[in-house]
């Protein structure tokens, strides 16, 4: 397997990468997200953690039920009821992997496992063998491999072949390692482990010393031939490996990486990249290579006139590359269905991701506020129409907010709440502090905004204002989102959201102990 020329992307945003977020992600969120990193036609999708509870177990069964293409994977500790979950949440999935770990490093085999090697060994090949039931594509990863003595490293990933493993990945768990020390792990594994041409080595890079991309790149030209990585590098601590910046590294340097290649649709990496980020609430750096808004722009007047003599004086790839499109400024309220169809098909949006009338209905509305509709106002359109779920509970009916020079703020707001209007008024420090306490006493939830952010979604006076809060109710962390020209109907939006987040998981909640209660009456007989 090693001998093969294609590098094999693993995407790990939706399991490693979610582990960082303030907030977990709906299974609706996941869904889209999985759709478009799909889309980017990476090679195997790590889409959660089956075990860690039901919500992650019944996410992962629906992505393997509807998302074709990329091998659909599951994590595992090196457990039987871990293996067990994995492999019922994947059965749906047209091509399933089980991702299963251990910890090799003698400082976690002493203090967190207690455990030796030679134990740790044997429960990982159980493992494999009980994985092996369900799939025959099984990924073994030793966690902590960049702290382990390279013969113990070699041992364990020869047993592990043995037993059945397909992938074997060596994770930099800690991100300590540079990228000579990490080569070198990869190069003594291929010289040293007798049975490794029958597995395929995988590396998966953490970047507390912003090294992620650098040891991963390092590992691919010193024989591994699978990537772990995220879109945009979210993870754990300072994040993963960043999947945008090792695609594109080795579409750019064909000179020196040929004939290494990968299966990326780069035209995709812009438009995932984003969405990524607005679905997680982790806004992009402007200088982060690929994708950052400063990527693709010059301000020094060399660079410019440069750039119009000849692009790849200043430019070593093309904005089109990595699906970077001109705002196109034709887009006005007589502008037809048709139009925006046409329009949203050239930013690579298909029917099935957007409601048209329903998408068309709030262009015309944007349109008459801010005359000229741009790309980037029509995208933030289809996002945030995707945004309410069939079920909401809350729905905002109406807002009235004022504010007098000198005299405390008041607001009106009606919801929806199960189809039935309730109207509250109140007041506040400002318009939208008198909002949410209106909204407050409608809904009777104890609920603490603990981080608002409030971006502008393009330029000048009629940019749409994007609102993303972070709020806290009985010891849990919710996000919601809100879009709108108005400020204060955007935080308001974006509060609905947070306690229809908080209205499903209570339903969950109820219904997990529901079953508790059926079990234990079960039992009682």
Not at 17 to 22: D, Y
Not at 405 to 410: E, H, K, N, P, R
Not at 456 to 475: F, M, R, Y
Request: glycine share 6%; charged share 20%; with cysteine.
């Amino acid at each position: 397997m090693n001998g093969d020329n294609k590098i094999w992307i693993f995407d790990t945003t939706l399991r490693d990468g979610e582990q960082a977020l303030r907030a977990s992600l709906s299974q609706k969120q996941k869904l889209q997200l999985a759709h478009a990193i799909a889309r980017l036609n990476v090679d195997v999708m790590e889409v959660g953690f089956p075990v860690s509870s039901p919500g992650d177990f019944s996410s992962v069964q629906q992505i393997g039920r509807e998302i074709k293409g990329p091998v659909i994977c599951g994590l595992a500790r090196a457990v039987a009821a871990d293996i067990e979950a994995c492999g019922q949440a994947l059965q749906y999935a047209e091509r399933r992997r089980i991702h299963t770990f251990i910890a090799t490093s003698p400082l976690h085999l002493q203090y967190k496992l207690r455990k030796t090697l030679a134990q740790a060994s044997e429960q990982a090949v159980a493992a494999i063998k009980l994985a092996s039931r369900y799939t025959d594509d099984i990924e073994f990863s030793c966690e902590d491999a960049g702290r382990t003595p390279i013969d113990d490293l070699c041992w364990i990933v020869e047993r592990a072949i043995a037993a059945g493993a397909t992938t074997i990945n060596i994770p930099d768990t800690v991100g300590y390692t540079v990228p000579n020390e990490f080569s070198a792990i990869i190069s003594a594994l291929k010289h040293k482990v007798a049975n490794i041409d029958k597995a395929r080595l995988s590396v998966h890079c953490h970047n507390d010393l912003g090294l992620a991309v650098a040891n991963s790149v390092s590992a691919i030209q010193a024989g591994a031939r699978q990537i772990e990585c995220t879109v945009n590098g979210i993870g754990e601590r300072a994040g993963n490996c960043s999947l945008e910046e090792v695609a594109m590294i080795i579409n750019t340097r064909k000179d020196i990486f040929q004939p290494l290649y990968t299966q990326i649709k780069t035209t995709e990496i812009y438009r995932s990249s984003h969405l990524v980020s607005q679905i997680c609430n982790m806004p992009i750096q402007p200088n982060k290579a690929i994708v950052g808004e400063n990527a693709f722009a010059h301000s020094s007047g060399i660079h410019q006139d440069g750039v119009l003599k000849a692009q790849n004086t200043y430019e070593i790839m093309a904005p089109e590359q990595v699906g970077i499109r001109q705002n196109e400024l034709n887009l006005t309220s007589r502008s037809g269905r048709h139009v925006i169809q046409h329009r949203l098909a050239q930013l690579g949006y298909s029917q099935d991701d957007y409601d048209l009338d329903a998408v068309y209905n709030s262009f015309i509305s944007l349109a008459d506020e801010k005359g000229r509709v741009f790309d980037y106002d029509l995208e933030a359109l289809v996002f945030f129409q995707t945004l309410q779920e069939p079920d909401d509970y809350y729905r905002l009916a109406f807002l009235s907010s004022t504010t007098d020079t000198g005299q405390v703020a008041s607001a009106t707001v009606g919801l929806h709440c199960d189809e039935v209007l309730i109207t509250e008024a109140a007041t506040g420090n400002g318009p939208v502090e008198a909002a949410f306490n209106a909204i407050s006493r409608i809904s009777k939830l104890q609920v603490k905004v603990v981080n608002y952010n409030l971006q502008a979604k393009g330029s000048g006076e009629s940019a749409l204002g994007q609102v993303d809060i972070t709020a806290e109710h009985e010891g849990r962390h919710f996000h919601g989102a809100g879009l709108a020209t108005d400020i204060v109907r955007a935080s308001v939006l974006a509060y609905v959201h947070v306690l229809n987040m908080i209205q499903r998981a209570q339903t969950i909640d109820a219904y997990k102990h529901s079953r508790s209660l059926k079990t234990a009456a079960v039992g009682a007989i």
